[in-house]
C-alpha cells in the first residue's frame, strides 16, 4: 500500500464524520470523587440507568462494579434490584442464588396450573474447535402435583490435523411429587450427572465420570413466628458411580443422601441468616473386572451465614462465617484406598461507625484457615491460617475527599511432607497502608492524588528434617500517582497523571544476598478526548516510562527499560445504524544495561529495541434490530533492533494482517421464540524475516482461512 493509500484510510472516517451531523450521547457525570470512572457503556444497550450507582455502592458496601454487575446480570434497575432486595430479606448479592433456588422449590408455587417450558440449542464453530449446547427447562404444576426437570448436554470436538477428540457433558435434575400443604412436599429426584472425553492422540487421556442417584425428597418450610423463617430438606436414595481417569479406574455403588437447610431471623435491629448443607455416601467401590471390593465414604459439609446488627445505625456491625469439610474416597490401581481432604474455616467481622456515605470508619478484623490432602500424595499436605485486621475510612472536608485504608495480615503456611523426613514453613507478615485524596477546584479540573505502601516479610523454618527451606525476605513498594482532568468545554477533555513506584526485594541471608534488587518506575501519561465535529470524536493517550532496576551487590547487572507510546482512535457515528472506528497504536521499548563505567558514573548502553505499530479499522451497519454487519481489519508490525560496536543493526521483523467480516442475526420467533447467530470469514497472513549480519532470511509466510459461526436457538411455548 503507497503512502497516499495508507493517508486516504485515515482520513475516511473524518470525511464521512463531515459528511453527517448526528447529534452524540454525553455520557453520565459522576461525582468528582470517580471523574476517572467508566459506567455508562452498557446503560443504553440494555436499557439500564446506573443513576446514582456511586453512593448506592458506598452504602451497600459493594465495589460499583459488582453492583453494576448485578444489575446486568439480573436486568434490573438499581432501585428495583434494591427494593427485590428488602422484600426477600436479603443482601443484593443474594438475589441471584435465591431467585435460582426458589424457582424449583415445589413449595415456592403459589399457582394452582403451570406449564413453563423453555429450550436452547446453540452451535458454535470455530478454527480447529466446535460446541454444541442444549439446554432443556420444564415445570409443570397441576394443583398439589408438581413436576421439575433441567437437562444440559453439550459436545465439544477438538481436531487435531485428521484426528478429532471429544468431549461430552450432561447434567440433568428431574423431580416430581405431591405436596401435602403449603410446607410440605414429597416427591422423587433422579440426578444424572456425566462427563466422557476420548482423545485419539492419547489413549491415557481418555477420561469417564458417570454418576446417577435416585432419591425419595422430603421439603418442609417453617414459621415459628413473624421473625423467624426455615426450610430443612431431606433426600435419601442409591449411588451408581463409574470412572477413569489417568490414575486409573473405580466403580462406585451404595447408599446415597443428604440434608440441606436455612433459617433467617430477621428484627428491626438484627437480621442473621445461616445455610447448612450435609450429604454423602456410604458405598462399596472396585476397580472394573475386580471381585475385591473396598468399602468408601464420602462426606461434605458446609456451613455459613451472616450476621448483622443495627445496619440503618450510625453504628454498625456485620459478621459473616464459613465451615467447610470435604472428604472423597475412590479406589487407586494399586488396590489401595485414595482419600481426598479439604477443610476452611472464615470469620470475617466488620464494626462501622457512619455519619454518612462521605464520612465513616469500618474496622474488620478476619480469621481464616484451610486444610488439602491426599492421602496417596503425602507431599500434597497444605495448611494455612490468616489473621487480619483491615481499617477503611472516608472524609470529605472542604470540598476534599479523603479515603483511607490500613491492613494488617499474618499468615502461617506449612508444607510439613515435602519430603519423606519433612518439610518447611512460612510466617507471613503484611502490612499495606492506602490513602486517596481528590477535589474538584473551580468548577471543570478534578485533582486527585493517591499513595500505597506495602512492607510484607517472609520467614521459613524447617518441620521435621528439611535442609533447605526457601531464604527468608522482605519486600518493600511504594507507589504515589498524581492525576488531574480539565474539561474547558463540552467537546475537549484533558487529563495528565505522573506516577513513581519502587520496589526493593531484600533475601536476609548473605549466600542469597546476590539476588538483592531495587526496581524504581518513573511513568508520565497525558490524555485528550475532542468532539471533532457531531458524530466525530477523537482520543489519544500518551505514555513514557523508565523501569531501572538497581542490583545491590552486583552493579554491573543494572539495567533500564524505555517505553514510549501513543494511542489514537478516531470514531464516526453516522446516522443510527453505521459506526466506524479508527485505531492506532504505536510503542518503543529501548532496553539495556545501566551500569556503572570507569569513572564510577552510571550510563544507559542500550542493548536492544522493539518497535511495535498496530493500525485497526472497524465498521459496524445495522440496518434493523434483527440484522448487522460488521467488517474488521488489523495489521501489525513488530520490529526487533541489536546494539553492536558498528551501530544499531535489525535482527527480526514480523508483520501481521488479518481481516474479519461477518453478520449477526438477532431474529425474535414469535412470542417465545428467539435465533441468535453470527457468521464470520476469518482470514491471517503471518510473515517473519530474521536478520544474520544485516543479511534477511525471510521464512515462507503463514496463512490461515477459516469461517467461525455461532447459533442459538430458544424457544418457550
Same mark, same amino acid.
Given at each position: 500500500?503507497?503512502?497516499?493509500?495508507?493517508?486516504?484510510?485515515?482520513?475516511?472516517?473524518?470525511?464521512?464524520?463531515?459528511?453527517?451531523?448526528?447529534?452524540?450521547?454525553?455520557?453520565?457525570?459522576?461525582?468528582?470523587?470517580?471523574?476517572?470512572?467508566?459506567?455508562?457503556?452498557?446503560?443504553?444497550?440494555?436499557?439500564?440507568?446506573?443513576?446514582?450507582?456511586?453512593?448506592?455502592?458506598?452504602?451497600?458496601?459493594?465495589?460499583?462494579?459488582?453492583?453494576?454487575?448485578?444489575?446486568?446480570?439480573?436486568?434490573?434497575?438499581?432501585?428495583?434490584?434494591?427494593?427485590?432486595?428488602?422484600?426477600?430479606?436479603?443482601?443484593?448479592?443474594?438475589?441471584?442464588?435465591?431467585?435460582?433456588?426458589?424457582?424449583?422449590?415445589?413449595?415456592?408455587?403459589?399457582?394452582?396450573?403451570?406449564?413453563?417450558?423453555?429450550?436452547?440449542?446453540?452451535?458454535?464453530?470455530?478454527?480447529?474447535?466446535?460446541?454444541?449446547?442444549?439446554?432443556?427447562?420444564?415445570?409443570?404444576?397441576?394443583?398439589?402435583?408438581?413436576?421439575?426437570?433441567?437437562?444440559?448436554?453439550?459436545?465439544?470436538?477438538?481436531?487435531?490435523?485428521?484426528?478429532?477428540?471429544?468431549?461430552?457433558?450432561?447434567?440433568?435434575?428431574?423431580?416430581?411429587?405431591?405436596?401435602?400443604?403449603?410446607?410440605?412436599?414429597?416427591?422423587?429426584?433422579?440426578?444424572?450427572?456425566?462427563?466422557?472425553?476420548?482423545?485419539?492422540?492419547?489413549?491415557?487421556?481418555?477420561?469417564?465420570?458417570?454418576?446417577?442417584?435416585?432419591?425419595?425428597?422430603?421439603?418442609?418450610?417453617?414459621?415459628?413466628?413473624?421473625?423467624?423463617?426455615?426450610?430443612?430438606?431431606?433426600?435419601?436414595?442409591?449411588?451408581?458411580?463409574?470412572?477413569?481417569?489417568?490414575?486409573?479406574?473405580?466403580?462406585?455403588?451404595?447408599?446415597?443422601?443428604?440434608?440441606?437447610?436455612?433459617?433467617?431471623?430477621?428484627?428491626?435491629?438484627?437480621?442473621?441468616?445461616?445455610?447448612?448443607?450435609?450429604?454423602?455416601?456410604?458405598?462399596?467401590?472396585?476397580?472394573?473386572?475386580?471381585?475385591?471390593?473396598?468399602?468408601?465414604?464420602?462426606?461434605?459439609?458446609?456451613?455459613?451465614?451472616?450476621?448483622?446488627?443495627?445496619?440503618?445505625?450510625?453504628?454498625?456491625?456485620?459478621?459473616?462465617? #464459613?465451615?467447610? %469439610?470435604? +472428604?472423597?474416597?475412590? /479406589?487407586?490401581?494399586?488396590? @489401595?484406598?485414595? =482419600?481426598?481432604? *479439604? &477443610?476452611?474455616?472464615?470469620?470475617?467481622?466488620?464494626?462501622?461507625? #457512619?455519619?454518612? %456515605?462521605? +464520612?465513616?470508619?469500618? /474496622?474488620?478484623?478476619?480469621? @481464616?484457615?484451610? =486444610?488439602?490432602? *491426599? &492421602?496417596?500424595?503425602?507431599?500434597?499436605?497444605?495448611?494455612?491460617?490468616?489473621?487480619?485486621?483491615?481499617?477503611?475510612?472516608?472524609?470529605?472536608?472542604?470540598?476534599?475527599?479523603?479515603?483511607?485504608?490500613?491492613?494488617?495480615?499474618?499468615?502461617?503456611?506449612?508444607?510439613?511432607?515435602?519430603?519423606?523426613?519433612?518439610?518447611?514453613?512460612?510466617?507471613?507478615?503484611?502490612?499495606?497502608?492506602?490513602?486517596?485524596?481528590?477535589?474538584?477546584?473551580?468548577?471543570?479540573?478534578?485533582?486527585?492524588?493517591?499513595?500505597?505502601?506495602?512492607?510484607?516479610?517472609?520467614?521459613?523454618?524447617?518441620?521435621?528434617?528439611?535442609?533447605?527451606?526457601?531464604?527468608?525476605?522482605?519486600?518493600?513498594?511504594?507507589?504515589?500517582?498524581?492525576?488531574?482532568?480539565?474539561?474547558?468545554?463540552?467537546?475537549?477533555?484533558?487529563?495528565?497523571?505522573?506516577?513513581?513506584?519502587?520496589?526493593?526485594?531484600?533475601?536476609?541471608?548473605?549466600?542469597?544476598?546476590?539476588?538483592?534488587?531495587?526496581?524504581?518506575?518513573?511513568?508520565?501519561?497525558?490524555?485528550?478526548?475532542?468532539?471533532?465535529?457531531?458524530?466525530?470524536?477523537?482520543?489519544?493517550?500518551?505514555?513514557?516510562?523508565?523501569?531501572?532496576?538497581?542490583?545491590?551487590?552486583?552493579?554491573?547487572?543494572?539495567?533500564?527499560?524505555?517505553?514510549?507510546?501513543?494511542?489514537?482512535?478516531?470514531?464516526?457515528?453516522?446516522?443510527?445504524?453505521?459506526?466506524?472506528?479508527?485505531?492506532?497504536?504505536?510503542?518503543?521499548?529501548?532496553?539495556?544495561?545501566?551500569?556503572?563505567?570507569?569513572?564510577?558514573?552510571?550510563?544507559?548502553?542500550?542493548?536492544?529495541?522493539?518497535?511495535?505499530?498496530?493500525?485497526?479499522?472497524?465498521?459496524?451497519?445495522?440496518?434493523?434490530?434483527?440484522?448487522?454487519?460488521?467488517?474488521?481489519?488489523?495489521?501489525?508490525?513488530?520490529?526487533?533492533?541489536?546494539?553492536?560496536?558498528?551501530?544499531?543493526?535489525?535482527?527480526?521483523?514480523?508483520?501481521?494482517?488479518?481481516?474479519?467480516?461477518?453478520?449477526?442475526?438477532?431474529?425474535?420467533?414469535?412470542?417465545?421464540?428467539?435465533?441468535?447467530?453470527?457468521?464470520?470469514?476469518?482470514?491471517?497472513?503471518?510473515?517473519?524475516?530474521?536478520?544474520?549480519?544485516?543479511?534477511?532470511?525471510?521464512?515462507?509466510?503463514?496463512?490461515?482461512?477459516?469461517?467461525?459461526?455461532?447459533?442459538?436457538?430458544?424457544?418457550?411455548?
Amino acid at each position: 500500500m503507497t503512502r497516499y493509500a495508507r493517508l486516504a484510510v485515515l482520513l475516511l472516517p473524518v470525511a464521512v464524520g463531515l459528511a453527517s451531523q448526528v447529534p452524540a450521547g454525553r455520557a453520565q457525570v459522576p461525582d468528582d470523587r470517580y471523574a476517572f470512572a467508566d459506567t455508562t457503556l452498557l446503560r443504553d444497550t440494555l436499557g439500564l440507568r446506573f443513576d446514582g450507582l456511586f453512593r448506592l455502592a458506598d452504602s451497600l458496601g459493594l465495589t460499583p462494579d459488582t453492583l453494576r454487575a448485578y444489575s446486568i446480570r439480573h436486568r434490573m434497575s438499581l432501585a428495583r434490584l434494591v427494593a427485590f432486595a428488602d422484600s426477600i430479606g436479603m443482601p443484593v448479592d443474594s438475589v441471584g442464588p435465591v431467585l435460582w433456588r426458589e424457582r424449583f422449590n415445589p413449595l415456592s408455587a403459589r399457582r394452582v396450573r403451570v406449564t413453563d417450558f423453555v429450550y436452547t440449542s446453540s452451535y458454535d464453530l470455530r478454527q480447529t474447535t466446535s460446541d454444541w449446547d442444549n439446554l432443556m427447562d420444564f415445570n409443570l404444576v397441576r394443583g398439589p402435583i408438581f413436576v421439575r426437570s433441567q437437562t444440559n448436554v453439550g459436545i465439544q470436538r477438538q481436531q487435531y490435523g485428521d484426528e478429532t477428540s471429544v468431549i461430552n457433558e450432561r447434567n440433568s435434575i428431574n423431580e416430581g411429587g405431591y405436596r401435602l400443604s403449603p410446607d410440605l412436599s414429597l416427591g422423587l429426584q433422579v440426578t444424572s450427572n456425566g462427563y466422557e472425553s476420548s482423545n485419539p492422540r492419547s489413549q491415557i487421556m481418555d477420561a469417564k465420570d458417570l454418576r446417577n442417584e435416585v432419591q425419595l425428597s422430603t421439603r418442609t418450610r417453617q414459621r415459628p413466628s413473624a421473625a423467624w423463617t426455615s426450610e430443612i430438606n431431606a433426600l435419601a436414595g442409591v449411588l451408581d458411580a463409574n470412572g477413569k481417569s489417568f490414575n486409573g479406574s473405580s466403580d462406585k455403588q451404595g447408599w446415597s443422601g443428604g440434608v440441606n437447610g436455612r433459617a433467617r431471623y430477621q428484627r428491626p435491629w438484627i437480621a442473621a441468616d445461616v445455610n447448612a448443607n450435609l450429604n454423602g455416601n456410604v458405598s462399596t467401590s472396585r476397580l472394573p473386572g475386580s471381585p475385591t471390593e473396598f468399602g468408601t465414604e464420602d462426606l461434605n459439609t458446609t456451613v455459613d451465614g451472616t450476621v448483622g446488627m443495627f445496619s440503618t445505625s450510625p453504628l454498625s456491625t456485620n459478621m459473616t462465617y #464459613r465451615i467447610q %469439610n470435604n +472428604r472423597t474416597e475412590s /479406589v487407586t490401581d494399586s488396590s @489401595g484406598i485414595r =482419600r481426598f481432604e *479439604t &477443610a476452611n474455616s472464615s470469620v470475617n467481622l466488620s464494626v462501622r461507625l #457512619r455519619q454518612d %456515605n462521605d +464520612r465513616y470508619i469500618t /474496622v474488620s478484623p478476619r480469621w @481464616g484457615t484451610s =486444610r488439602q490432602v *491426599t &492421602a496417596t500424595n503425602t507431599s500434597s499436605l497444605t495448611t494455612r491460617d490468616d489473621l487480619g485486621l483491615s481499617v477503611t475510612g472516608r472524609y470529605r472536608l472542604a470540598g476534599w475527599n479523603l479515603d483511607g485504608t490500613f491492613t494488617n495480615t499474618l499468615s502461617n503456611l506449612e508444607y510439613p511432607t515435602r519430603s519423606t523426613t519433612g518439610g518447611y514453613g512460612d510466617d507471613g507478615h503484611t502490612r499495606a497502608i492506602n490513602g486517596i485524596i481528590s477535589r474538584r477546584l473551580w468548577s471543570r479540573f478534578v485533582l486527585k492524588g493517591e499513595g500505597r505502601v506495602t512492607l510484607a516479610s517472609s520467614r521459613y523454618y524447617p518441620v521435621g528434617v528439611y535442609p533447605n527451606p526457601p531464604s527468608n525476605r522482605d519486600t518493600y513498594r511504594q507507589q504515589f500517582r498524581i492525576d488531574g482532568t480539565y474539561e474547558p468545554t463540552t467537546r475537549f477533555t484533558t487529563g495528565a497523571g505522573i506516577e513513581v513506584i519502587r520496589n526493593h526485594l531484600i533475601n536476609l541471608p548473605s549466600a542469597a544476598t546476590a539476588a538483592n534488587n531495587e526496581l524504581r518506575s518513573y511513568k508520565a501519561e497525558w490524555r485528550w478526548t475532542y468532539k471533532l465535529l457531531p458524530g466525530l470524536t477523537a482520543n489519544q493517550i500518551n505514555q513514557m516510562s523508565a523501569d531501572y532496576t538497581y542490583f545491590d551487590f552486583l552493579r554491573s547487572s543494572n539495567k533500564l527499560v524505555l517505553d514510549y507510546r501513543i494511542f489514537t482512535t478516531l470514531s464516526a457515528v453516522l446516522g443510527p445504524h453505521t459506526l466506524i472506528r479508527l485505531d492506532h497504536d504505536t510503542r518503543t521499548q529501548p532496553s539495556g544495561l545501566y551500569a556503572p563505567l570507569a569513572d564510577g558514573l552510571e550510563y544507559f548502553s542500550q542493548n536492544d529495541e522493539g518497535r511495535n505499530y498496530t493500525l485497526r479499522a472497524m465498521i459496524n451497519y445495522a440496518p434493523s434490530p434483527v440484522f448487522s454487519l460488521r467488517v474488521q481489519s488489523d495489521y501489525l508490525a513488530v520490529d526487533r533492533f541489536g546494539q553492536t560496536a558498528e551501530g544499531q543493526v535489525r535482527q527480526r521483523e514480523s508483520r501481521a494482517l488479518q481481516f474479519t467480516g461477518g453478520m449477526i442475526v438477532n431474529v425474535p420467533l414469535g412470542p417465545k421464540g428467539q435465533l441468535i447467530g453470527d457468521l464470520s470469514r476469518n482470514y491471517r497472513s503471518d510473515g517473519l524475516t530474521t536478520f544474520a549480519n544485516g543479511i534477511p532470511q525471510p521464512s515462507t509466510p503463514s496463512e490461515q482461512d477459516y469461517w467461525t459461526g455461532r447459533v442459538e436457538l430458544k424457544w418457550a411455548p
